[in-house]
């Protein structure tokens, strides 16, 4: 069984950063891709930025692109989501997912909330 723990939210004003943490119980070599996704009150649950195991590969939402980085360390098998000059329309619920092809697996979930 696949155990993801998210890590790192909180409350922060606007224009602050924050690091999520997604630690995995077991190599992160072992998911084709990792990813974070977000759910704010009365919204879907969308897609923040994901990032290929091997970490050649990063995607990032087009919201989030130039405030928001993903990165893996390996040796830790902890994904990070580095939030920087953050809005208040990012306050949300943040999940980290890991993959496998023929499993999805999710993290509970960290709440962060930016202020005005």
């Known amino acids: 069984q696949v155990q993801l723990v998210e890590s790192g939210g909180g409350l922060v004003q606007a224009g602050g950063s924050l690091r999520l943490s997604c630690a995995a119980s077991?190599?992160?070599?072992?998911?084709?891709?990792m990813g974070w996704y977000r759910q704010a009150p009365g919204k879907q649950r969308e897609l923040v930025a994901t990032?290929?195991?091997?970490?050649?590969?990063?995607n990032v939402a087009d919201s989030v692109r130039g405030r928001f980085t993903i990165s893996r360390d390996t040796a830790k098998n902890t994904m990070y989501l580095q939030m920087n000059s953050l809005k208040p329309e990012d306050t949300a619920v943040y999940y980290c997912k890991a993959s496998n092809g023929l499993a999805n697996y999710w993290g509970q979930g960290t709440q962060v909330t930016v202020s005005s």
């Open positions: 990032i290929t195991s091997d970490g050649g590969s990063t």
């Open positions: 077991r190599s992160i070599f072992s998911f084709k891709v």
